[in-house]
């Protein structure tokens, strides 16, 4: 009997071993990449990488970039897209790709690299890369959607100078926008910056706690805004390789900024603990991000694609911003890439365009992501 007992016992634990492994495994089985309307319409389909794009009224805005089909060509072009509903759970039907359409085109100077946010019911678009590969912009625009218009907005300045930069970080609320981080070519910044919609003017607050980083992720989630990933100088400060793996949240709204910034935990195997043993592939620098709502686990950050310093990668990965832990999903499923851009509409994930690292080719795909779906590498 105790030579059964003990059978059952080892059949009992190699399954539950298998189990596991198998689970480990088949993180492709875990959410489904959809294709979309090709980005800029199938008539006007461009490639283009490293764009600026923000979101007003469940409409994203996409535009400026580089386009490798003319080397060294940077763009004003826009455009919006439309995501088209899911009807009967149809989720891969002609009616749920959506569509694009050009908007007017962006009044400043062609360029890459820029950042975009929205507030105040406005959209906006600013720094940035100049054609010339050197010039970097501080400059800003804002876009009205019911116009169809741009006007010129105030640049990143303070009293004295202004702070030209490209691959910053932003995040945005109602009434005002927050810009982060970024790189002349030569310097690596931590400062901050407070743009408010009611007077439109720039304030520059004490530096965020975080390394010094440029290509950074951020969400905005329950009034507060997050910011990771990214390339950082500091190569044995909280960075693994140059790929900073410190996290951070901003509430704007506690007064005293010693208590405005919070450490959530490390995107990199760094703890004592268990939890972070497959952290390895988090950090990147140049991806895309996005935040769905009400999954059947809860609410989560998604990030995906990037650069892991010199090869373009494809890992999706999930935050869970109750239990702050993190859970490997899909990979994207086009081509690994970086300079690509992602955001939320109707809560629903989508990410578009992008280079591969050698910024010979550009991409024209767009994506939507559903996180509770098998995987299914034909839709």
């Not at 507030?119 to 010039?135: E, F, K, Q, S």
């Not at 400062?191 to 720039?202: I, L, V, Y």
């Not at 043993?277 to 996005?290: H, L, V």
């Not at 990410?351 to 098998?374: I, R």
């Amino acid at each position: 009997m105790k030579r059964i007992n003990f059978t059952l016992f080892t059949i009992l634990v190699l399954a539950i071993v298998f189990s596991c492994t198998q689970a480990n495994l088949n993180y492709t089985q875990n959410g489904n990449w959809v294709h979309r309307s090709t980005f800029g319409g199938s008539a006007s389909a461009i490639g283009v990488g490293y764009p600026a794009s923000f979101v007003l009224n469940n409409v994203a805005y996409v535009g400026t970039g580089v386009n490798p089909a003319s080397p060294s060509n940077k763009l004003t072009q826009f455009w919006a897209y439309t995501p088209g509903p899911i009807i009967n759970r149809a989720f891969d039907s002609s009616i749920a790709a959506g569509t694009w359409a050009q908007i007017a085109a962006f009044i400043g100077a062609p360029r890459s690299n820029g950042i975009g946010f929205n507030t105040g019911g406005l959209g906006y678009v600013g720094t940035g890369l100049a054609d010339d590969g050197t010039t970097v912009y501080a400059d800003f625009y804002s876009y009205n959607a019911s116009s169809n218009s741009w006007a010129v907005a105030a640049p990143l300045f303070n009293d004295t100078a202004s702070f030209p930069r490209y691959d910053a970080a932003s995040f945005s609320f109602d009434t005002a926008a927050y810009v982060m981080t970024g790189t002349d070519g030569f310097n690596y910044f931590n400062d901050f910056w407070r743009f408010s919609a009611a007077t439109g003017q720039w304030t520059q607050l004490p530096n965020m706690p975080g390394n010094q980083r440029s290509g950074a992720l951020t969400w905005v989630y329950k009034g507060q805004g997050y910011i990771l990933t990214g390339y950082t100088p500091s190569a044995n400060h909280w960075a693994s390789g140059n790929l900073a793996y410190d996290f951070w949240r901003f509430d704007p709204n506690v007064l005293d900024p010693t208590f405005q910034w919070s450490r959530l935990r490390d995107i990199y195997n760094t703890s004592v603990g268990t939890f972070d043993d497959g952290y390895t592939n988090i950090i990147r620098k140049n991806g895309a991000s996005f935040v769905i709502l009400g999954t059947e686990f809860g609410d989560k950050g998604y990030i995906t694609l990037g650069a892991n310093t010199s090869t373009a990668i494809n890992f999706t990965w999930e935050y869970d911003f109750a239990s702050d832990i993190w859970t490997e999903k899909s990979p994207f499923n086009g081509n690994a890439r970086t300079g690509a851009t992602g955001f939320t509409l109707n809560n629903r994930g989508f990410v578009t365009c992008g280079l591969n690292v050698g910024s010979q080719q550009a991409y024209t795909d767009c994506e939507e992501f559903f996180p509770n779906q098998v995987y299914n590498p034909l839709d």
